[in-house]
């Protein structure tokens, strides 16, 4: 229950459910060899299914302000604008924008993140591990479920596309994104035969680091601090590592390090100058033995 980072009723509904959805998840392993309709349907189907929990449960779309859609055609159109039927008026488009932010941004990403706590959590026998690229496969997950958050936030069904908007600053549409990543599936294809492999980030991550001269991303300013002194919450004597990937969350005015199988690790005061997109932008690094969380550009 702790490791859903929910409240009782809806961990206890997440727990139910949540053999199955990781069954659902596991059916991505070929997902790059897909179909775009049959990566769409893959989503909206962990969609439908994460959906049925109160706590994650969409808005129903407002005819006022969207139209006579449904939140299939929403999503679709988001994903795959190219191949999608249904598209918003022009006077629509924010409130199409609006809706997914705050039903898909959010909510299913968050639902999603409470799933990989749980599968991290059951691979590992609840024992505090180091998160990390090297250690997902642990998970049983294929590396789409790695990137579904990012796919949802840049509105693409390519992984690959969608890691080249957030890093490379010269990538500024999907179709220019999209059209990139068809150079990285050739040159995968020469090294690797398992299609889940294709989409292991160290993989994605090593080729735009090699291909393009200037990977860097858009930062926000002020930047947090290199290094944010801590208090530990903790005892790390006996842990195989000391050094933590955390991820920030804000309690008024500290900020507790959570690692991503949902353990607070450590809390502080909020920096000065801090912004909560810090979370999108960085990775954060808790090092236990000396009590402090550096940062470095996402992934």
């Given at each position: 229950?702790?490791?859903?980072?929910?409240?009782?009723?809806?961990?206890?509904?997440?727990?139910?459910i949540y053999p199955r959805l990781?069954?659902?998840?596991?059916?991505?392993?070929?997902?790059?060899?897909?179909?775009?309709?049959?990566?769409?349907?893959?989503?909206?189907?962990?969609?439908g299914e994460l959906v049925q929990i109160s706590k994650f449960?969409?808005?129903?779309?407002?005819?006022?302000?969207?139209?006579?859609?449904?939140?299939?055609?929403?999503l679709r159109w988001w994903l795959d604008p190219i191949r999608s039927i249904k598209q918003p008026k022009s006077s629509q488009i924010?409130?199409?924008?609006?809706?997914?932010?705050?039903?898909?941004?959010?909510?299913?990403?968050?639902?999603?993140?409470?799933?990989?706590?749980?599968?991290?959590?059951?691979?590992?026998?609840?024992?505090?591990?180091?998160?990390?690229?090297?250690n997902w496969s642990q998970t049983g997950l294929p590396w789409i479920v790695f990137w579904m958050k990012e796919l949802i936030v840049w509105?693409?069904?390519?992984?690959?596309?969608?890691?080249?908007?957030?890093?490379?600053e010269d990538v500024t549409t999907r179709k220019q994104a999209e059209?990139?990543?068809?150079?990285?599936?050739h040159y995968i294809s020469e090294r690797e035969s398992e299609?889940?492999?294709?989409?292991?980030?160290?993989?994605?991550?090593?080729?735009?680091?090699?291909s393009f001269s200037s990977v860097e991303?858009?930062?926000?300013?002020?930047?947090?601090?290199?290094?944010?002194?801590?208090?530990?919450?903790?005892?790390?004597s006996k842990a195989p590592s000391k050094n933590w990937r955390v991820v920030p969350v804000e309690i008024g005015d500290d900020i507790q390090w959570f690692d991503l199988a949902g353990f607070p690790l450590a809390i502080c005061q909020k920096p000065e100058k801090w912004q909560s997109d810090f979370l999108n932008t960085y990775d954060f690094m808790l090092d236990a033995e000396n009590r402090f969380v550096s940062s470095k550009i996402y992934v």
């Open positions: 229950m702790y490791r859903t980072s929910l409240p009782p009723r809806a961990g206890n509904e997440l727990l139910t990781k069954e659902e998840l596991q059916k991505g392993k070929n997902y790059i060899i897909w179909t775009y309709a049959q990566r769409f349907n893959y989503i909206e189907s962990l969609v449960k969409l808005k129903i779309p407002s005819k006022k302000t969207l139209g006579d859609t449904s939140w299939n055609e929403i924010s409130n199409w924008h609006s809706y997914i932010s705050q039903n898909f941004g959010y909510r299913f990403n968050w639902g999603l993140g409470s799933v990989i706590a749980l599968a991290i959590d059951e691979a590992f026998g609840g024992k505090l591990v180091e998160s990390s690229l090297e509105g693409t069904l390519d992984p690959v596309a969608a890691y080249l908007l957030a890093k490379v059209e990139l990543a068809q150079t990285y599936y299609p889940n492999e294709y989409l292991n980030a160290v993989n994605i991550k090593n080729w735009v680091e090699q991303r858009h930062l926000p300013t002020p930047k947090p601090a290199n290094q944010i002194n801590v208090n530990l919450l903790k005892d790390f």
